[in-house]
């Protein structure tokens, strides 16, 4: 089905060639600047709000919605119009607000330690069921506003590539959101973050690392069997290059796997020359992988131990575990068994 977040400014005009041209402004006020669905928008008239439900009803229904961390984070899980489901998280802070959601339903990328990866992939999402999603949760978030958009959920936003711009574009341009706030995940698409630099968007852009040597990144992310360290070394240094914007590694530490000495000092070698930020993750529990996340005590050694070797370091606060919100740990259950994905490669 069309969704009204499909549609330039000039195409709405177009229509509602019949109504008066203010229409066009009360439509395009409601939809950007108060995330609001049509038949919200009190500006309209009665009966050209139910026109355009009727024409353009929503993409996503509510089929699950669950909070934790005192109601501070809060998971929907999304059915769409062809049986699909995804999840998005809405996360509250002192000083912001963020939303993480998803740009595909379900994942090819098939990371052995999460949950997305291991529930597979069923199909690419939309402009409009992403946008929706980001919608949903600033309506949610009032009277806060909502500050920052994280591609984070599920799936692999440079697999789908040209929807994850659009979508960005969109919330840089039309919703008036600052495009520092806005941060792509990837686990190292090596030429679509070449071809992201660009764009002329300066977003935040965060590599899943999680390994810094081939043997160990190639068993728990697969696709660094295509794209080696070597490739995405020089996709990360094309980025700084040409957006002048400094990159973070997510790091989820295994315990015994990455979080080791030598792997201390391996990630310490990749991001060091590269000025890289490092996240580190305690390893949220998923059921399809049974080794554990590194300990408390462990994950403080390993920061230590970056920091005393001069990498800019933070440890990520765990949020939504309970509820299985965390990172790794989305999954939407009802999706198709695991297909290929043809990512193309650009020159």
Same mark, same amino acid.
């Given at each position: 089905?069309?969704?009204?977040?499909? +549609?330039?400014?000039?195409?709405?005009?177009?229509?509602?060639?019949?109504?008066?041209? !203010?229409?066009? /402004?009360?439509?395009?006020?409601?939809?950007? &600047?108060?995330?609001?669905?049509?038949?919200?928008?009190?500006? +309209?008239?009665?009966?050209?709000?139910?026109?355009?439900?009727?024409?353009?009803?929503?993409?996503?229904?509510?089929?699950?919605?669950?909070?934790?961390?005192?109601?501070?984070?809060?998971?929907?899980? %999304?059915? +769409?119009? /062809?049986?699909?489901?995804?999840?998005?998280?809405?996360?509250? !802070?002192?000083?912001?607000?963020?939303?993480?959601?998803?740009?595909?339903? *379900? @994942?090819?990328? *098939? @990371?052995? %330690?999460?949950?997305?990866?291991?529930?597979?992939?069923? $199909?690419?999402?939309?402009?409009?069921?992403?946008?929706?999603?980001?919608? %949903?949760?600033?309506?949610?978030?009032?009277?806060?506003?909502? &500050?920052?958009?994280?591609?984070?959920?599920?799936?692999?936003?440079?697999?789908?590539?040209?929807?994850?711009?659009?979508?960005?574009? $969109?919330?840089?341009?039309?919703?008036?959101?600052?495009?520092?706030?806005?941060?792509?995940?990837?686990?190292?698409?090596?030429?679509?973050?070449?071809?992201?630099?660009?764009?002329?968007?300066?977003?935040?852009?965060?590599?899943?690392?999680?390994?810094?040597?081939?043997?160990?990144?190639?068993?728990?992310?697969?696709?660094?069997?295509? !794209?080696?360290?070597?490739?995405?070394?020089?996709? @990360?240094?094309?980025?700084?290059?040409?957006? #002048?914007?400094?990159?973070?590694?997510?790091?989820?530490?295994?315990? *015994?796997?990455? /979080?080791?000495?030598?792997?201390?000092?391996?990630?310490? /070698?990749?991001?060091?020359?590269?000025?890289?930020?490092?996240?580190?993750?305690?390893?949220?529990?998923?059921?399809?992988?049974?080794?554990?996340?590194?300990?408390?005590?462990?994950?403080?050694?390993?920061?230590? #131990?970056?920091? *005393?070797?001069?990498?800019?370091?933070?440890?990520?606060?765990?949020?939504?575990?309970?509820?299985?919100?965390? @990172?790794?740990? +989305?999954?939407?259950?009802?999706? #198709?068994?695991?297909?290929?994905?043809?990512?193309?490669?650009?020159?």
């Amino acid at each position: 089905m069309p969704s009204l977040y499909e +549609l330039s400014r000039e195409e709405l005009g177009s229509h509602l060639s019949g109504e008066p041209k !203010y229409r066009v /402004d009360q439509l395009w006020q409601g939809l950007w &600047s108060e995330s609001l669905p049509a038949n919200e928008i009190t500006t +309209l008239p009665k009966s050209l709000r139910e026109k355009l439900l009727t024409e353009f009803p929503p993409t996503l229904e509510i089929a699950n919605d669950v909070e934790t961390d005192r109601g501070a984070t809060r998971k929907w899980v %999304f059915r +769409l119009s /062809d049986g699909s489901t995804i999840e998005t998280v809405l996360m509250n !802070y002192d000083d912001r607000v963020t939303v993480c959601v998803s740009s595909q339903a *379900g @994942c090819a990328m *098939g @990371c052995t %330690f999460c949950a997305t990866g291991q529930a597979g992939f069923n $199909r690419h999402l939309t402009v409009s069921e992403v946008v929706e999603q980001v919608m %949903f949760a600033a309506r949610t978030a009032a009277p806060r506003r909502l &500050s920052n958009v994280v591609f984070m959920g599920m799936g692999e936003p440079l697999a789908n590539y040209n929807v994850t711009v659009e979508v960005l574009r $969109r919330l840089h341009e039309f919703k008036g959101m600052s495009a520092r706030h806005l941060t792509v995940s990837t686990v190292g698409v090596a030429p679509a973050i070449k071809r992201l630099a660009t764009e002329g968007l300066p977003l935040t852009l965060a590599v899943s690392l999680h390994a810094a040597n081939n043997k160990t990144r190639d068993e728990l992310i697969p696709l660094n069997k295509r !794209y080696p360290l070597e490739r995405l070394r020089e996709a @990360c240094e094309k980025w700084i290059d040409t957006t #002048g914007r400094r990159l973070s590694f997510e790091w989820a530490l295994i315990d *015994g796997v990455n /979080d080791t000495d030598q792997a201390m000092d391996e990630l310490a /070698d990749f991001a060091l020359p590269l000025n890289a930020h490092v996240n580190l993750i305690p390893l949220n529990p998923t059921p399809g992988y049974l080794v554990m996340g590194s300990t408390l005590q462990r994950v403080m050694e390993f920061r230590e #131990g970056l920091e *005393g070797q001069g990498v800019n370091v933070t440890v990520r606060s765990t949020r939504g575990r309970s509820i299985d919100a965390a @990172c790794g740990q +989305l999954a939407a259950v009802t999706n #198709g068994k695991r297909r290929a994905v043809t990512i193309r490669e650009k020159a």
